[in-house]
């Protein structure tokens, strides 16, 4: 009877040598490549189909990706397995030894077989007589792994030179890296190297032995992980902070080439793993002329050549040898002999924060640019104005309503500081774009409102106030001195006459008692108590910029570069392409989960700003950080049912807050008006599509003039008011989209 073998995948890879159609949202394991599904389903199947003996089959995989996991297990018997869902990736010696430890929970000492997800292998059956060949061995206690015997010198594998052979199996001499063309011809010319597949056979107590002796540190702590795991129908989830713990490292490098006494078994199967355009080549369905041509594709004279499109015509003519592969957003040309070094654009793009590593286009982008103007237009000057204008205003007691309710009355809610201000720069802006309504009015009566009831006895402004002006929260608020700044700046600009008095006794508030006396940024209040945010500082720098761009003064340029430098040197991770949200009194992101928040959000308002100050300033440079942080939060915080980019991610791209809340997509607009043309893509397809979700989800479903301002994950409103604090999000993207749009509508 055959011995029970329990299997996992692993499917963590992101598969950039398959630039621009495996990208960091959508690797390679997810595509179908041959018509018959994706190479993870197929890798399923394949495990599925052992002829006999019992294989339950895992599938490791990241946490990311589980809709495409769970697409793609649908109508499987897995006997018995699973998803295990890591929260980040911790490379394969991780997932080696959590599939170890989960063999030995659930199945005791058995045989254990850890395959890639993203290899063609076409023979199932001779797949299975392979590892059966292996079992011996495991069973004694070797480690097994499985070669191929090369046909070329071939640079993009690795190697396994062997040495005595018994009984079908042969020793491990040793591993080899990738090599150089003319060592390869070497290996394939000596005949004992053989190309490494990346599959492993074991006991489980003996790959636990072999990390007991070797990496003693990456088993104790993806046990520790494997231990606190949680589990439902989808799965078994690991939480973040215990699985971010464990030492990055290949299976490769932590065992296989320390580990004695490994043997290899040569594979009777057919194998490509499929990581390369030349290999795609090689195994596709090929013309008279050796061509694979795949989607919308007129080729002529073509020769031995990969031609793809994934969407508009692509044609070519007397291409010979030559891989052209066309997406949505880029177009990758090569000779196929060239293929293996993809990865090189794929580090120029990264290195230079473009987008197209880690988002696939949405297949509904609208191309044409200014396609939503009337509707934006209309919603903007005959919707939401007039009623905000009117209903939005208390008239009796000053100042503005802090919410409406959606039959369009006025809700008796306490006035925040930051919401007065906001309506006052909402309607500057406004009239700066051409509104005929009443703003010279309208930011009078809130700049006297705020002024007459909410300054503190130093000069400085109060948090909250009470529906009739009476002071409830006298709290110095850093946020809120941000959002008065920027509403004195637009008033100022608009012809107020208070506002630049006004402004400079703030500034010289600011100065005294909300500036940190270190002078490495704000307080987030003048009493100096409590952890610190970005947040606060983003808009002062926003305010800062305001400042100079209504003056002139070269001295708010200098603010604003000081918040620059905490941007650098504080705010922004340059691995995971994040902004952290809570810090420590010395700028150390705070412990716990607050320590990997990031809100997409913000990442968008960050960009808008970031090219900003670069245009001002010249520091060129800025707009490669601005285009990593809106990649950073399409990549990885965006509800992928929606579009609509969540509350809040953490750093490795698992949502903490599910909610999909208006104002992020009004600064994602924001921010794509701002990037494009900035020495990256073209954003314009990008920008519509932006503005169609958010009318699509939060302004379409609404009364007339108002929104929806919270969206559960699955696209149901959550809100009951519509909070005024929200308006000058919209003002703000909606004005910017029509200016950026008025010379095609002209």
Not at 387 to 405: I, P
Not at 731 to 746: E, G, I, N, P, S
């Amino acid at each position: 009877m055959s011995q029970r073998i329990v299997s996992f995948v692993m499917s963590g890879g992101v598969g950039s040598r398959l630039w621009p159609l495996s990208r960091e949202d959508n690797p390679k394991q997810f595509h179908d490549f041959s018509g018959d599904g994706s190479m993870l389903a197929k890798t399923l199947r394949r495990l599925a189909a052992r002829p006999d003996g019992q294989t339950p089959i895992f599938l490791i995989a990241s946490e990311r990706h589980a809709d495409r996991v769970r697409a793609d297990l649908a109508g499987l018997d897995l006997a018995g397995g699973g998803p295990l869902f890591e929260p980040t990736g911790r490379n394969t010696a991780a997932a080696v030894a959590l599939a170890t430890l989960r063999t030995l929970s659930e199945f005791g000492d058995s045989l254990v077989l850890v395959v890639p997800s993203d290899h063609e292998i076409s023979t199932a059956g001779q797949f299975w007589q392979s590892v059966e060949a292996g079992t011996e061995a495991a069973r004694a206690g070797r480690l097994v792994v499985f070669g191929i015997k090369p046909t070329q010198p071939e640079t993009g594998y690795g190697y396994i030179e062997v040495s005595a052979e018994k009984g079908g199996v042969s020793d491990v001499s040793r591993f080899v890296e990738k090599p150089d063309l003319a060592t390869a011809q070497g290996y394939l010319e000596a005949g004992n190297f053989y190309w490494n597949t990346g599959i492993f056979l074991f006991r489980a107590a003996a790959m636990r032995d072999a990390f007991a002796v070797f990496q003693p540190d990456i088993w104790r702590a993806t046990e520790a992980a494997y231990k606190a795991a949680t589990s439902d129908l989808s799965g078994l989830y690991m939480p973040l902070d215990l699985y971010a713990a464990i030492p990055s490292n290949s299976i490769d490098y932590a065992i296989m080439e320390r580990a004695r006494d490994i043997a290899m078994v040569p594979a009777g199967f057919r194998w490509n793993d499929l990581g390369s355009w030349q290999s795609l080549l090689d195994v596709g369905p090929a013309d008279d002329q050796g061509n694979v041509i795949v989607g919308d594709v007129v080729a002529i004279d073509c020769e031995n050549s990969y031609i793809r499109s994934e969407g508009r015509l692509l044609s070519a003519i007397g291409m010979k040898d030559v891989a052209i592969v066309s997406t949505a957003d880029a177009t990758f040309v090569a000779p196929v002999s060239h293929s293996q070094h993809v990865k090189k654009v794929v580090e120029q793009l990264e290195k230079s924060g473009r987008l197209e590593t880690r988002f696939t286009p949405a297949h509904d982008r609208v191309i044409e640019s200014g396609a939503w103007r009337r509707r934006v237009h209309h919603w903007l000057f005959q919707e939401t104005l007039p009623l905000w204008s009117t209903s939005g205003v208390d008239e009796r007691h000053g100042g503005f309503h802090e919410a409406l309710g959606f039959d369009g009355a006025p809700l008796m809610k306490p006035k925040r500081m930051r919401t007065q201000a906001r309506q006052v720069y909402a309607f500057a802006v406004a009239k700066e774009h051409g509104w005929t309504g009443p703003a010279e009015r309208l930011i009078a009566h809130g700049i006297d409102f705020m002024a007459g009831k909410g300054r503190t006895e130093r000069g400085g402004w109060v948090r909250t106030l009470n529906v009739d002006g009476a002071v409830a929260d006298a709290t110095e608020d850093a946020y809120d001195h941000s959002c008065v700044l920027l509403a004195l700046a637009h008033a100022h600009m608009s012809g107020n006459t208070d506002a630049l008095r006004l402004g400079e006794e703030t500034f010289a508030f600011l100065d005294a008692h909300l500036e940190d006396s270190r002078m490495t940024g704000f307080l987030e209040t003048s009493d100096g108590e409590g952890e610190r945010r970005s947040n606060p500082h983003m808009h002062l720098l926003e305010a800062f910029l305001a400042w100079y761009q209504a003056t002139g003064e070269r001295a708010h340029l200098r603010r604003a570069a000081r918040i620059i430098d905490l941007f650098r040197s504080h705010f922004f991770d340059a691995e995971s392409w994040t902004l952290g949200e809570y810090f420590d009194a010395e700028w150390k992101p705070s412990t716990g989960e607050k320590g990997s928040w990031t809100e997409p959000g913000h990442h968008f308002e960050w960009a808008s700003l970031l090219v900003d100050f670069a245009e001002r300033s010249g520091q060129a440079e800025l707009s490669g950080f601005a285009r990593k942080l809106y990649a950073s939060a399409i990549a990885n915080g965006l509800n992928r049912a929606t579009g609509l980019a969540y509350g809040a991610v953490s750093r490795q791209g698992l949502p903490l807050d599910l909610i999909s809340r208006s104002w992020p997509q009004a600064e994602a607009i924001k921010a794509a008006i701002a990037l494009d043309g900035s020495g990256g893509p073209d954003l314009k397809p990008e920008i519509e599509a932006r503005v169609g979700r958010l009318f699509r989800w939060h302004i379409d479903p609404a009364p007339l003039g108002l929104w929806i301002d919270r969206i559960d994950e699955r696209g149901r409103s959550l809100a009951s008011d519509v909070p005024a604090s929200i308006f000058y999000h919209l003002v703000c993207a909606l004005t910017q989209y029509l200016d950026r749009t008025a010379k095609k509508a002209a």
